[in-house]
Structure formats: structure tokens, C-alpha cells
């Protein structure tokens, strides 16, 4: 009986919606598309990345489905080439794939919903609504900022979530991983402010003493300092800091702590150095090298050779920044675009994320 509501509802939400549908099978296109087209008022098909981009330049559809394993061009890409024309559309991946590296993949190029192969309808119906509510709940709430002619100050920022409802994240970051949960606010004074969370997010935030709020409606994002917090009822009291515009959201400039067993050294002009990774991302890598190891200069350009379970990745890039220590020079080098173990970098990236994550779990949680 429930199913046979949500069907219901399902087709009265879905029927002023547009759908782009990337399968490279034919088979499983012809099954998912017959139950599309009796929701959706467009379903437009694609059978590999790169098609699937195109129709979105053309079309310009509500929502996407997608699966991650294509000719051509890949799902990943193709959501992160669709995610910089318009980074808020709303993205349902569809794979046989559940293991911890590709979700996270996924997660971080900024998926909405997973429907894990093989389908059913009440799999699609249960996450097709949930995806089709937010789509609605940004358009009234945007509709709401346009019908108010709302332009915030900055002091007007927590009034204007508290009073309007809005959703919000709370952003903290373990080792370079984020934590992030979304919270509610249940009380407001002048620049203090109380919110729910969390018990994850509470430990996030007691671990870095501050918070950033992240909501979507709102260009600026607020930084606020921890005053309290309370375990028992899952709320911290924060006073507010400062408000600023954050930089690009992209995936690729988080850095992340590697792990021990990281081995890297710096090839330069047939010199071979052992150096220590500090931070990395797909961007950017800082390391530290002994002063008397080799010489650099800003511009320089070099090449590291990451070593990790048996893999080497080779990464090109420029020296941007060098910091003098007493016994030590830290190196900032920008990634070279096109590197070609790209992909190698990328997983060792995300696997070090999914470590950080259990190692923050077993740390703050576990007890």
C-alpha cells in the first residue's frame, strides 16, 4: 500500500521535471526509460559520457541519472565536467559498484543519491523523491529570497537561517577530511548561537575548537568559535567570528595528510633526494627536504615519486612557495595539469581520506 502511495506522489512531483539518462547498455536503458517516461515530462537518453555532457549543454534537464562505468567517457568525469556548468544539479549515479573508494568518489564530486545495480522500482521511487524534494526546496526557498528582495548584511546572516528555517552544514576538518553534518538552530542571541547536531559533528568541532556554517542559500559562510557544548541533549553553544566569501568549492583543492607508509622522494636534474610528504591534493603537494640535500628556487620544475601498497606515481610539477626552517626547507609545488598517473594520485587520495575517516571514528566515537 505504501508503495503504491509513493508512486503517487511520485508522479504528481516529477511530472513538470526533465530527466537526462546516461546507460551504455541497451537493455537496461530500455527497462529504466519505460518507467521514466511515466513520471517525467522529458526523459532524454545517452549512452556514454561524453553524449551524456552534450545533451546536458542542449537540453539543460532537471536531473540526472547515471551510470560510472562507460565508453568514452566515465560517469566521474562526466559529473565533474556537468558539476562546473552548474555545480547544484541534482545527481543520482547508478552502478554496480558499492565499494568505499568509488562512494567516496562519488560523494566528493557532488552526487545527490546511489541506487545500487541491480534496480527496482521501489528503489528508484524511494530516491527519486528525495532527490525531486530538494530540487523543490531550493526553488521555494530561492522564490522566497526573490519575492522578499532579501540582500543580507553580514550581521543579518544567523537571523535570516533561524527565521526562515534553513538548512545548513556544519564544516569541520580531521587530518584535511571534512566533517560535515547538517544542524539546526535552536537558539539565537546577538552574535552567540546554539545548534543541534551531531554526535560525529560534535566531536569534529570540539577536535578544532571552531565550526564553519555552510548554507546554501547564502554566498558567505560564517566562522564561529566553540563556547560549549552539551553531550547529553547533542547541541554547542558558538559565538560567531567572522564572515567570509569561501574560496572555490572544488574537490580538487582539499589537502589531506598522507599516511606512514607513504614513501616519496624529489627527482631534479638526474638527483634523486628522499623528501617527506606533508599535505596533498590533486593541486597541490607541500613536503619538506634538508637544506643540504638540494637546492630549489621558486619555478623550479621537478618531479616526485610517491611510493604506496606496492604502486609508484610519478607527478610533475612547478615549485610555487619555499619556506625556510632551521634545518629544513618546506616546499609547496603545483601539480602539473595532465599528469598521467592522475588516476593513481586520485585514489591514493580518497583510499588516505576513507583511513583519516576510520581513524577519526575509532578516536572520537568508538568510546
Known sequence: MENIENLKILQTMAKEFTILFVE????????????????????????????GLELYKNKKPDLIITDLTMPKMNGHDMIREIKKIDAD?????LSAHSDPD?????????????????????????VFLKVLSNINRKKE????????NNTLQNDDILNFIYEDNLEFDLINYYKGVPIINSGKIIELNED???VKTTFEQLMAIKHEKMTVIDCAEINENLLCKLLFIDFDNYVVKLQKDK??????????????????????????DNFEKTIKVL????KEIKFEIKKDSLVLSKHDNIKLILEFDEQKIFVEGTVFKIEDQEKLNLITMFVKNGTENQQLLEKYIYSTEVKIIEEFKKLYLHN
Not at 567516496?104 to 552526487?111: D, K, L, R
Request: net charge positive.
Open 243 to 268: 564572515i567570509f566569501f569561501p574560496d572555490s568549492k572544488h574537490r580538487n583543492l582539499l589537502m589531506v595528510e598522507p599516511n606512514l607508509f607513504l614513501n616519496a622522494k624529489l627527482e631534479k
Open 24 to 51: 551504455d547498455s541497451k537493455a537496461l536503458q530500455k527497462q529504466v526509460v519505460i518507467f521514466l517516461e511515466k513520471f517525467f515530462k522529458k526523459v532524454y537518453i545517452a549512452s556514454d559520457g561524453i553524449e
Open 192 to 194: 552567540k548561537i546554539s
Open 279 to 282: 599535505l596533498i591534493s590533486l
Open 89 to 93: 544539479i541534482e545527481i543520482i549515479i
Open 141 to 148: 526557498q530561492i522564490n522566497t529570497l526573490i519575492k522578499n
Open 102 to 126: 568509488n562512494l567516496m568518489t562519488s560523494f566528493h564530486i557532488g552526487v545527490s543519491d546511489f541506487i545500487q545495480k541491480p534496480i527496482t522500482v521501489p528503489k528508484m521511487v524511494t
